[in-house]
């Protein structure tokens, strides 16, 4: 469904006959299901009625920025924008499979790629809240033969703990690489606890994004709770927040079914690395992920002490202006003139391109994810910084048409 300028002109006549003042308080648990316009949680939670004057200010904006840098004949996904459950602007378009004539719709899962992060960030926090694991436990506490004895948990989330990334395994390894193996968390463990690799810097000395972190991270929920990565999402995020059309990826069994990934008409064919989750692998859809992002709003399921750990900035705190930072599973800029802060977390997998984007303090949820490879999803957060903070920013600039993968 898209909601067009048709929306636009009828929440206008809504204002002069009926205007709101948006001051009530709506409560989001359980609202009715059928109603397309707005998206419920399962937890209780209260958030300030959405005026139809609001709806028509920022729906005509969305509008005109998303046909303008994201809508396109190289953009194939799902785009959403939502104010406290209620739907500001949605639009689905393109392939989930282009050969059998699959659509992507509001129910299709699409590949995060690394804003899964996000989600095995918040599996950790959770577990945390449980008194499960502590975030300054040493990695070595969970899976003893790991190598680095000053690693932490937290240093694994924040990207401190200076690992090497698994795609450079094979350039360390050199002729000792095997090209041909499909490998699996556990491979990259052993890997690291058979050849000791040299860390890149000391532990929770320098911020370097780092994917091992992540295929560690999951390997640590798997040890806490007993349970599988897919099966320890399921209970921890998914299910809870009603993520009813959210997956991990399985290798062995879902490479058919799964959403492709696109370069121009072109799938990108899996490679060796497509096995390993935490650091990715994750299909969702903006509304599922529209759902996470309200839960971090009630205390039922995350503590927001222990929120506000993900959203401090962890690598940048001795810059007098900075420009961006990194907390747990959570990125951030910092923008002009006053240093005000946006979290955000993007995604790159093969083709697949992504963008999750909190407004905190506007309770407001963006999302952008596509399955053709293009940068376009990115430029929300441009939107994002010049509607919600006021700032005229342009921090991703849409590839021109010309360097993008013709039809």
């Known amino acids: 469904m898209k909601i067009t300028l048709i929306t636009f002109f009828l929440s206008i006549l809504f204002y002069f006959s009926n205007p709101k003042t948006g001051g009530n308080f709506v409560n989001l648990y359980h609202k009715n299901p059928g109603d397309s316009l707005h998206i419920s949680s399962p937890f209780p939670i209260k958030m300030g009625n959405v005026s139809e004057e609001y709806v028509a200010e920022k729906t005509h904006y969305i509008d005109s920025f998303y046909n303008k840098n994201i809508n396109s004949p190289f953009y194939s996904g799902g785009f959403i924008v939502v104010k406290n459950g209620r739907v500001l602007y949605e639009d689905y ?31 950790v926090l959770r577990l945390v809240q449980q008194d499960n694991i502590m975030l300054d436990q040493k990695v070595t506490d969970w899976l003893p033969k790991f190598p680095y004895k000053e690693t932490t948990i937290r240093t694994l989330l924040n990207h401190r703990s200076g690992l090497q990334h698994y795609a450079n395994f094979p350039g360390l390894m050199k002729k000792r690489w095997n090209k041909k193996k499909i490998l699996s968390n556990q491979d990259i463990l052993d890997l690291l606890v058979q050849n000791k690799f040299r860390l890149k810097t000391p532990n ?25 990565y897919r099966k320890a999402m399921q209970e921890l995020v998914f299910k809870p927040l009603g993520m009813t059309n959210t997956f991990v990826f399985n290798y062995e069994t879902d490479r058919e079914t799964a959403s492709k990934s696109y370069r121009g008409n072109t799938i990108f064919p899996w490679d060796q690395f497509d096995a390993l989750y935490g650091d990715k692998n994750i299909y969702s859809t903006p509304r599922d992920l529209v759902k996470f992002d309200m839960g971090t709003y009630s205390p039922n399921f995350i503590n927001s002490e222990l929120l506000q750990e993900a959203y401090f900035g962890y690598s940048a705190g001795h810059v007098a202006k900075p420009i961006k930072d990194y907390g747990l599973g959570m990125r951030m800029r910092f923008l002009p003139p006053n240093n005000e802060k946006m979290i955000y977390h993007n995604g790159w997998w093969h083709g697949n391109n992504t963008s999750f984007v909190p407004v905190k303090k506007d309770t407001v949820t963006v999302i952008c994810l596509g399955n053709k490879y293009s940068n376009r999803p990115y430029s929300t957060l441009s939107m994002v910084s010049s509607l919600f903070y006021k700032k005229k920013t342009e921090i991703e600039k849409p590839l021109p048409f010309e360097t993008e993968c013709q039809e």
């Open 93 to 123: 378009k393109g392939y989930a499979n282009a050969r059998t004539g699959e659509k992507i719709t509001a129910s299709t899962p699409i590949h995060l790629a690394s804003v899964s992060k996000v989600l095995t960030c918040m599996a």
């Open 204 to 228: 929770d000395t320098h911020f370097d994004y780092c994917n091992t972190n992540y295929v560690i991270l999951a390997l640590i929920i798997e040890k806490a709770t007993g349970l599988n």
